[in-house]
């Protein structure tokens, strides 16, 4: 039972490789990421078994596991994408405090900036 499942399952993602992008199915689910220190540790994590499975020989299952660790990678840098869009946009209102000598708001932007950015660089 179990080669034929595997059969079934490369064959199904040998499809899915030659569809085009606007025609792939999402038949795989990416492991969620609600914040960005989740985003950032699933994509550290599937990046290191991304880094194993290229390593080796791309053997049709390789190939398989590749194409489904893929979807919570993409999740993770939509996650890091949007998070980092509001980090930009946090420091820019650090950069307008320090111009006008806003302290408040430096520092009250300035400590939320810095406590996202901790995420990035851990």
Known sequence: MK??????FITACVLAF???ADDRPDHFKGKQADTLEQAVANFTE???????????????????????????????L???????GKLKDT??????A?????????KQSGDSY???AQTLVK
Not at 3 to 8: D, I, M, T, V, Y
Not at 47 to 65: G, W
């Open 98 to 106: 320090s111009e006008r000598m806003d302290t408040a708001t430096a």
């Open 3 to 8: 080669p034929l499942f595997s059969a079934l």
């Open 18 to 20: 030659t569809a085009t």
């Open 78 to 84: 939509e996650k890091i994408h949007s998070e980092t």
């Open 114 to 116: 810095l406590n996202a």
């Open 46 to 76: 599937y990046n290191a078994k991304l880094k194993v499975l290229l390593s080796a020989e791309l053997t049709p299952q390789a190939m398989a596991e590749i194409h489904q660790l893929t979807y919570t990678l993409e999740v993770a």
């Open 91 to 96: 420091l820019e209102q650090v950069h307008i």
